[in-house]
C-alpha cells in the first residue's frame, strides 16, 4: 500500500518571501506524483505532477516540484509567495500499474501574511 | 468542458438521518471516485467505480454509507443513518479510465455537517 506524509501541517510566510512545502511518501511500487491546491470552499485543483522524464516539474502560478527518488520525496517550492497562494496544499501518489486512485496526505496549511 | 458536477453543496441534517448526494462525472470518464475529507484532513478514498462496476470500496462502511453508478455515467452516495463523525465534505472526482496519465478532476464537493 502507499501513503504519503506531509511533515508540516501549517506554514506560515511573509508576502514574497521563498516557500517549500515538504512531502514524503512510501510504495513498493512505482508511482506517479501529485501535488494539489484547496482554496476555502472549492474542490482539489491540480497544481503540478510527475509521471516521468524530467525529476523538476513545473505547474501553475509559479510552483514547481522536483522528485527524489532516493529519498521518497515530492517537495513544493515556489520563489516568491502572494496573498493569493493562501490555501490547502495536498502531496499525492498514484501507482503507475493496476487500479489507478490517488492516496493523499494530510495536507499543509499555507498561510501568507503582508 | 464541463467539469465534475456535485449536489447539493451543503446539507445538515441530525444524527440518524439518511442522506445522498450526487455526482456527474466529465462526459466519456469511465472511472469515477468518492472521496471523504473530514476537517484538517486529506480526502481519503471511500469508492472507486469503473464504469459500472466496483473497483475498490475497501474503505467504504459499508454498514451505513452505499453507492450506485447504475449508467455507468452519474453515480449517487447515500449515508444511512449518519453519525456525528459522517461530518466532512464529500467529494466527486472522475478520470479518462482511471488513469493518472489523464488527470483526475474533482467537483467542488458536498459539505456535510451532522447535528
Known amino acids: 500500500a502507499q501513503s504519503v506524509t506531509q511533515l508540516d501541517s501549517q506554514v506560515p510566510v511573509f508576502e514574497e518571501a521563498p516557500v517549500e512545502l515538504r512531502c514524503n511518501y512510501s510504495?513498493?511500487?512505482?508511482?506517479?506524483l501529485f501535488w494539489y491546491v484547496q482554496y476555502p470552499n472549492q474542490g482539489l485543483q491540480l497544481l503540478l505532477k510527475y509521471l516521468s522524464g524530467s525529476t523538476l516539474v513545473k505547474g501553475i502560478n509559479g510552483f514547481e516540484a522536483e522528485f527524489n527518488k532516493s529519498q521518497t520525496s515530492f517537495h513544493l517550492r515556489k520563489p516568491s509567495v502572494h496573498i493569493s497562494d493562501t490555501a490547502e496544499y495536498f502531496c499525492?501518489?498514484?501507482?503507475?500499474?493496476?487500479?489507478?486512485?490517488?492516496?493523499f496526505g494530510q495536507g499543509t496549511r499555507l498561510t501568507i501574511n503582508p | 468542458e464541463a467539469g465534475v458536477a456535485q449536489s447539493p453543496r451543503y446539507k445538515i441534517i441530525e444524527k440518524r438521518q439518511s442522506v445522498a448526494f450526487w455526482c456527474n462525472p466529465i462526459?466519456?470518464?469511465?472511472?469515477l471516485y468518492w472521496y471523504q475529507q473530514i476537517l484538517g484532513q486529506g480526502p481519503k478514498l471511500l469508492i472507486q467505480f469503473q464504469n459500472n462496476g466496483v473497483v475498490d470500496d475497501s474503505q467504504l462502511p459499508k454498514d451505513r454509507f452505499s453507492a450506485e453508478r447504475l449508467k455507468g455515467v452519474d453515480s449517487t452516495l447515500k449515508i444511512q443513518p449518519a453519525k456525528l463523525e459522517d461530518s466532512a465534505v464529500y467529494l466527486c472526482a472522475s478520470s479518462l479510465e482511471g488513469s493518472a496519465l489523464g488527470g483526475y478532476t474533482f467537483g467542488s464537493g458536498t459539505r456535510l455537517t451532522v447535528v
Open positions: 462526459s466519456g470518464h469511465a472511472t
Open positions: 510504495s513498493s511500487v512505482s508511482v506517479y
Open positions: 499525492a501518489v498514484s501507482v503507475i500499474q493496476g487500479a489507478q486512485k490517488l492516496v
